[in-house]
């Protein structure tokens, strides 16, 4: 979950730990990754985790507000999503106008029904299959999921609102949410059938809402908000959380992608097992939760949307070709151009607009030093910075051990930079306090904050009356904690983040006269934001700048804090005085007492420079980065927050508005006046036309490159390989020699059938064979073939997606079809180009095993003539149920079939295909096609001959086919009624 973008709210990283987990089972199962035969379930867990999370935001808002705030909230989710998709619908219609022309119409009508989000309706109206993939993956085949996400978005409020409206109690609702939820699953379990294609139960809004509703069930009792537990608690919750994490990946790596287990259990199993996980994940001490919120997991999960919108369109325009051949050269471009598109996505076209609106994102500037080779810089001395601290603390606590002592000293390492030996010999003992704000120095000098207690155990999450946190307190950092400026550092010598000084450690705190000292708080989330004040009048979104405790934040948005100086006036009394005698009024004053104090302007003799830690975020959104446009006394003023609960936003009130105000020495003389990261714009109108500018300038690139990069990716070149994976068929002949010779004895050309009609039983990999589309010349087709050798009369009764048992959109299937032949008194030879399907519905749960599916086709053909050519997939192939190992078992099932029916005969097909004859792994091209026909009519005269010498055994180990003579120019159609049978497609 990126961070979120108003004040109050918690950030969770273990959650953007678990998005990144999710997005990569997603990605690993697009890229057929072996042990990732069901990471379509990582879906389930996005669908789980955004009902914890939506719920959790809806009620914290209705306890805050009294209601949901709906268009506040659409809103924002309108924000977050529409962007991303726009631009990914956007620049992949771009790039197949140019790369598929072809395919346009249909990327089209999937992209509008997916930017309405109902792209799961259409696919499933439309009878799209989401397994059906035997053309291989399209760019928006994986939008179905946002589509459903969206509509719980939009209609989960309404029934949340109603449920609180008639049950009133929490556990009323909760009891019904998880009624709902069991009948999801239910209607799940229901809609699925033992078969291929389980669109519906996949991609139905209906039968996906309980992941979203066990989440949302919760959300009641467990919000996504920051708590603490007890040791024992914290130790129970890592178990089952642990135990959901191994079930989750047991499922992901055991379950085939269309078993019929995925719809009765599997995806019932995944959402409990991520309720579990997301309960450790808002304990940010839990061992899981720890884990998950690793820096590259949280950078992962911060970016997991983009990642998931870009890696589809990715792998789609990358040719089959290459995709099979090189699957780790594969993966890798994959892997490398998804995290680059979706992260120049996120930094420059959704951050902006998420954080700041669609109007104020295109109105307000970029900081002119904001570059992708500042932020590697930055990045590059944060590193370095990291590792220099490490070892500087290693050595401090070599040297504490060895001096024995129990109160360390502060040691002032030999590097210490200018500013740390500037500070070390200006640096009063004490520094005075302004404007209800103390510049503490630990020690008896100072008076310390009251402990403050966040209320994060409490049932409601908000602060208890007893343990309500002052609002003008904040938490207590030290100077030698806080960390290095990191572009400052680049043309000024500043302390490093772990460099100390030898006076005493400076703090900011607020002045609370006789109240004991209060630690910094232990958990790495918790933070005191300062506000930015923008210089711009329509920028009047508070950015927040983040101090954490660690020098470096490696979170998922890898903020790296800087330092500013700010020069504080040394004049000012050093008597602690109360709150209400600092408070600051709207003019900029302090108000104690009677009459207001003016505040005293810095001078070069009497400040001392306080390094104040800045978020850089918030530092590069915030281009023109002053400190209030009406500061006292005409000094630039830094504005700090009181005191912020890190848990649920709180109400407005006036103690929220209270800040605390810092004077900053103004430009010297001659200088123009300038924020943190260069001089400002010298005129309103240039700043104008930058604002309009440069979010556009910003998607125009972005689209720019995805566009070249997908089109470039659409260009990859393998070559196709000599021969396919076929496993040789060893039949058991008989031990006792045969007098008669073994056939075929003639030449290919001389060949002809003692079959005078001919039954063709076919899937979709005989439509090709007969579709004057693919072969225009009859003679090249299947019927002209086997009446070339021979047959008089023949029957084709061909269907796509046909098997021996599955009904697919109400056609009959192949079992069907051969009763209602032999029903209408149609005998002869019969050739079964079948299999693929009932392997692959096998495959994927289907009713097994393929002996049974065999025994259903021949079982009505004990008395025929069958010949069975076998079957074969090649690396073209884009869908796992289709795999040509599983094809390689089916043929040893025909052969053991041979010992059960003597009238059958099989043609090793698998033995002679080439990788060139396929066109998508399944089927085939029309030189493909025309060789399958001609072999097919070979075979047929080889095994069932009118003069030649027959095969012995029931396997033909080859057709004899060497090359096509050519084809005989067809002749006119006949006038006078023919007496064969025409030709049938079923």
């Known amino acids: 979950m990126p961070r979120p973008t108003h004040k109050g709210s918690t950030y969770l990283p273990a959650l953007d730990g678990l998005r990144a987990l999710a997005v990569g089972f997603v990605v690993l199962y697009h890229l057929h990754v072996p042990g990732f035969s069901s990471g379509l379930l990582g879906v389930g867990v996005f669908f789980t985790l955004s009902g914890f999370l939506i719920t959790s935001l809806l009620l914290a808002t209705r306890a805050r507000t009294g209601g949901f705030e709906l268009k506040r909230f659409w809103l924002a989710r309108a924000r977050r999503l529409i962007p991303a998709v726009l631009l990914v619908l956007g620049t992949s219609l771009i790039a197949a106008a140019i790369a598929m022309p072809d395919k346009l119409a249909k990327f089209s009508w999937q992209a509008l029904s997916a930017l309405f989000y109902v792209n799961n309706w259409y696919n499933i109206g439309s009878s799209d299959s ?9 760019p928006f085949d994986h939008l179905w999921s946002l589509s459903i996400e969206e509509q719980f978005y939009l209609f989960w ?30 209607l799940l379990n229901g809609v699925a059938h033992a078969g291929f294609d389980n669109t519906r139960a996949y991609e139905g809004t209906d039968t996906r809402a309980g992941g979203l509703l066990l989440g949302a069930a919760l959300a009641f009792w467990w919000p996504a908000r920051a708590r603490t537990v007890s040791h024992n608690q914290r130790c129970t919750i890592d178990v089952f959380a642990l135990a959901g994490l191994g079930l989750m990946v047991y499922l992901i790596a055991t379950t085939p992608d269309g078993s019929l287990s995925l719809y009765q259990n599997v995806i019932a199993l995944l959402s409990i097992a991520t309720v579990a996980v997301l309960i450790a994940t808002v304990v940010p001490e839990s061992l899981v939760a720890t884990v998950l919120a690793i820096p590259p997991l949280r950078w992962i999960g911060e970016r997991s949307y983009g990642i998931y919108l870009w890696h589809m369109p990715i792998i789609a325009f990358m040719p089959a070709t290459f ?9 890798i471009i994959v892997v490398v151009t998804t995290l680059i598109l979706s992260s120049l996505s996120w930094r420059y076209v ?76 200006t640096a009063p003992e004490t520094v005075p306090a302004t404007s209800g704000w103390q510049l503490g120095v630990p020690g008896d000098t100072a008076p310390e904050p ?51 000084v030898e006076t005493p450690a400076v703090s900011l705190t607020k002045a609370e006269p006789d109240a004991p000292a209060d630690e910094a708080p232990t958990d790495d989330d918790a933070t005191a934001e300062i506000p930015v004040a923008r210089a711009a009048a329509d920028a009047d979104l508070e950015e927040t700048a983040t101090v954490d405790d660690a020098a470096v934040d490696d979170d998922a948005t890898i903020e790296i804090p800087i330092m500013r100086v700010v020069d504080t006036p040394d004049s000012m009394s050093s008597e602690p005085s109360s709150a209400a005698d600092h408070a600051p009024s709207d003019t900029g004053e302090t108000l104690g007492g009677s009459e207001p104090t003016p505040a005293v302007g810095p001078t070069d003799a009497d400040t001392v420079q306080i390094p104040v830690a800045i978020d850089v975020e918030a530092a590069l959104d915030a281009t023109d980065f002053v400190a209030n446009e009406q500061p006292v006394n005409d000094a630039p003023v830094l504005e700090s927050p009181v005191h912020e609960s890190p848990v649920h936003e709180s109400p407005a009130s006036p103690a929220d508005a209270e800040t605390a105000r810092i004077p900053v020495a103004p430009p010297r003389p001659g200088q123009p006046p300038h924020g943190p990261h260069g001089p400002a714009p010298s005129t309103p109108s240039l700043r104008r036309r930058r604002r309009q500018s440069h979010l556009i300038i910003s998607i125009v ?35 006792t020699p045969s007098t008669r010779p073994a056939g075929p004895l003639l030449p290919v050309t001389q060949r002809r059938t003692s079959c005078t009609t001919v039954i063709h039983i076919g899937d979709s990999t005989s439509i090709g064979m007969n579709d004057p589309d693919n072969l225009p010349n009859p003679a090249d087709r299947i019927a002209g073939r086997y009446r070339a050798v021979g047959a008089k009369n023949v029957i084709t009764d061909i269907q796509g997606a046909r098997s021996s048992l599955e009904l697919v959109n109400g056609e009959p299937n ?89 009238n059958l005969r099989l043609y090793n097909w698998a033995a002679e295909a080439r990788p060139d004859w396929f066109s998508d792994g399944i089927h085939y091209t029309p030189a493909g096609y025309i060789q399958r026909a001609y072999r097919f009519s070979i075979a047929l005269a080889s095994v069932f001959p009118a003069t030649d010498a027959p095969p012995q055994g029931c396997l033909l180990e080859s057709s004899g086919v060497q090359t096509i003579p050519p084809s005989p120019t067809p002749r006119p159609a006949p006038t006078s009624p023919q007496t064969a049978t025409p030709p049938r497609q079923g």
Not at 130 to 138: K, L, T
Not at 323 to 331: C, H, I, L, Q
């Open 450 to 500: 009251a402990d403050v207690s966040t209320g994060e155990n409490s049932p409601t999450g908000d602060p208890t009356p007893a343990e309500a946190p002052d609002p003008m307190e904040v938490e207590t950092l030290s100077s030698a904690d806080m960390p290095i400026d990191v572009e400052a550092a680049l043309d000024e010598g500043y302390l490093s983040a772990t460099e100390t």
């Open 130 to 138: 989401y397994f059906d993939r035997f053309s291989g993956p399209g």
């Open 157 to 186: 409020p309404l029934l949340l609102g109603l449920l609180l409206l008639v049950f009133k109690k929490r556990i009323w609702v909760t009891l019904v949410i998880l009624a709902l939820a069991l009948v999801s699953f239910l």
């Open 814 to 902: 192949a079992v069907t079809a051969i009763q209602g032949h032999l029903a209408r008194g149609e005998r002869g030879c019969w050739v079964m180009a079948m299999g693929i399907n009932d392997t692959a519905n096998v495959e994927v749960g289907g009713q097994g095993p393929v002996d049974m599916r065999i025994d259903r086709l021949l079982g009505p053909l004990k008395d025929e003539q069958v010949l069975w050519p076998t079957v074969i997939t090649s690396p073209l192939n884009q869908n796992p149920a289709y795999n040509n190992a599983a094809m390689q078992r089916f043929n040893k099932a025909l052969l053991r079939a041979c010992k059960r029916y003597p």
């Open 323 to 331: 995709r099979s051949e090189k699957p780790v050269t594969t993966g």
């Open 701 to 735: 690139v972005v689209a720019a490159l995805a566009v070249g990069g997908l089109v470039a990716l659409g260009g990859l070149h393998a070559d196709t390989p000599d021969s396919l994976d076929n496993a040789s068929l060893a039949e058991d002949l008989p031990t």
């Open 350 to 425: 959704e951050d902006p607009i998420r954080r700041q609106g669609f109007r104020k994102a295109f109105t307000t500037p970029r900081d002119p030093e904001d570059t992708l080779m500042n932020h590697f810089l930055a990045w590059l001395i944060a590193l370095t910075t990291r590792f220099t601290g490490w070892l500087d603390a290693l050595q401090q606590r070599v040297e504490a051990r060895a001096a024995q002592t129990a109160t360390p000293e502060i040691v002032t390492p030999d590097t210490a930079g200018p500013l740390a030996q500037a500070t070390s010999s």
